[in-house]
């Protein structure tokens, strides 16, 4: 069960994902070698990626380790109810899509420089790096273990030695690619990521299609009848969360998923580093579309590995069924055959471009932030030289601070910090987008209130919430503080960030700081207002 390569197909695999991984070192070191180190092209390629290209990079921004391995996972677990959490990727594009041609225009990057429209000084810079550093973490380590957990899987030990021994290795190796990689060597990485992605995803359906005769039907019916649960498997209620705290539960969870994801610090960075605000818009339709071939894919490719390897094997190997794509290429193709030890091998090496991609992405946006926001709006002028300097090093700083956490919570569920990064997002970040972007009387107060008042909400509910205690799937199941009857702290984080938000902005002495109506044009057409020239007759 814990051995599904086998010994005949290891030593080829390893070898050929060895050779991968050192030729992808060659590339991104021989793309970070022609960026200049100035931070306008270090962070955003001075604005000069095209739409089209743009559009691709966004869209395997959305395949991450945890999105490449855990769809599928859950939808080969729990069917029908994995499917529907499938679909908030596409969802949260369209959320994106209403909000990044304003974020584009308001002429910023970070998220310090958005919040900055609506008040001055560097509060709002910090809170804004507060809420990056809150919601990268937390990621960081989830992307690391699951790389640590698929790498000891690959080399056929599943121990917990091994799999700490593998997540710091990968860490570390993934660290080095962040530190050199900019803007433009991460978007050439992604791009790179989503076609063989795409490309593998697809030659694994059509496979575990063929054993079927090429019938759909027959699928979902190997799937359904191979199940942990044959009887509700294609029907509502078999995700554990669902069955336990109840059906609003469940609705929270979408809620967070899809407001969360949408305003990822990351995601804020590619869409600012559009040429215009228009063409960010047609970046993100092109990532809309491309993203739902990507999302049908991963939805067949988890109804696939039901049907084909069966959910007891897949949660015996492991319980939250991120295995599932490496055991289905695994079975679709006979023991000892050259396919199958050529679709294993292209299977890993998707999860090491996946882990690579993604964690130099959120680490390169915080670090970003750390030093666009803070460190060069001090009261001292620093120089690009030394705000470069600062960027690389908290790349470093981030990734070692990640993989310590990684591994000291690898025994640990790790749904939490997935739980608390997205709602983070939903509740710090999304509210005072919205305010920024369409109420006038927003101001510093109400955006630092919703800020700190959001993230403290998510962090308390979050330690007293059952995905954190006195439940089966928590991470400390035999204790019991689990007060607050949910597993997202968003149910009641995101209305509560609006609803101080509007106090704290209500409540303020001081009249806004900026004039809405010259922002409000500005993230409209995407030009500041000028000066009417004086007439010199009157």
């Known amino acids: 069960m814990l051995d599904p390569i086998g010994s005949d197909a290891r030593r080829p695999v390893l070898v050929a994902f060895l050779i991968f991984m050192g030729l992808c070192s060659l590339w991104l070191f021989t793309l970070a070698s022609g960026e200049q180190d100035t931070p306008e092209r270090l962070y955003i390629a001075d604005r000069s990626l095209s739409p089209v290209f743009n559009g691709l990079a966004m869209a395997g921004d959305q395949i991450s380790v945890v999105t490449l391995l855990a769809v599928p996972g859950t939808i080969a677990l729990f069917g029908y109810d994995g499917f529907t959490f499938a679909l908030d990727s596409l969802i949260m594009l369209g959320v994106l899509l209403l909000l990044g041609q304003k974020i584009r225009n308001s002429g910023g990057y970070t998220l310090g420089d958005i919040f900055s429209l609506r008040a001055k000084g560097s509060a709002p810079r910090i809170a804004a790096t507060v809420a990056t550093l809150a919601i ?23 121990t917990d030695g091994a799999q700490v021994l593998c997540t710091v290795l990968m860490g570390f190796l993934v660290a080095c690619f962040a530190a050199v990689a ?3 060597g991460n978007s050439f990485m992604q791009v790179a990521k989503l076609l063989i992605s795409l490309a593998t995803l697809a030659v694994v359906t059509l496979l575990a299609l063929r054993k079927f005769e090429w019938h759909p039907g027959a699928v979902l019916t190997a799937a359904e009848e191979k199940s ?36 990822m610090p990351h995601l804020i960075l590619r869409v600012g580093a559009s040429r215009t605000g228009r063409e960010a818009q047609r970046s993100m339709s092109i990532a809309t579309l491309v993203m739902g071939v990507s999302v049908f894919l991963l939805i067949a490719v988890g109804f696939a590995a039901a049907a084909v390897v069966g959910g007891t094997k897949i949660g015996a190997v492991d ?26 091998t ?47 090093v908290s790349l470093v700083v981030l990734c070692a601070v990640g993989v310590s956490l990684a591994a000291a919570v690898h025994r640990y569920p ?31 107060r109400g955006l630092l209130w919703s800020v700190y008042g959001g993230l403290l909400l998510c962090a308390i509910l979050t330690v007293f919430s059952p995905i954190v205690s006195g439940t089966d799937f928590a991470a400390w199941p035999e204790a019991s503080f689990n007060w607050y ?29 900026i004039d809405f109506r010259n922002m409000q044009y500005r993230i409209l057409v995407g030009n500041p207002v000028e000066p009417q020239a004086t007439d010199p007759r009157r």
């Open 182 to 184: 900019g803007f433009r």
């Open 485 to 513: 009857p949910y597993q997202t702290p968003g149910l009641v984080s995101v209305p509560a960030a609006f609803i101080l938000g509007w106090v704290g902005s209500i409540t303020a002495p001081e009249e806004p700081e």
């Open 136 to 158: 990268t973490i937390p990621v960081l380590m989830i992307q690391l273990r699951a790389a640590g957990d698929s790498t000891a899987l690959l080399i056929g030990i599943s």
């Open 228 to 263: 942990m649960a044959p009887d509700h498997y294609l029907s509502p209620g078999g995700w554990p969360y669902t069955e336990t705290l109840g059906s609003l539960n469940t609705f929270g969870d979408h809620i967070v998923v899809i407001l969360g994801t949408a305003v």
């Open 319 to 344: 319980a939250g069924g991120q295995a599932s794509p490496i055991l289905l290429a695994s079975d679709v193709l006979r023991d000892g055959s050259t396919g199958r030890v050529a679709l294993i």
């Open 414 to 444: 790790t749904e939490f910090l997935i739980v608390f990064s997205l709602s983070v997002a939903a509740s710090c970040i999304f509210p005072v987008l919205i305010y920024s972007f369409f109420w006038q009387r927003f101001n510093r």
């Open 346 to 392: 292209v299977m890993a090496c998707v999860v090491f471009l996946a882990v690579l991609t993604t964690v130099s992405s959120v680490t390169f946006a915080a670090a970003v932030s750390i030093a666009h926001d803070i460190f060069a709006r001090g009261k001292r002028r620093r120089s690009d030289t030394q705000e470069v300097r600062v960027q690389r």
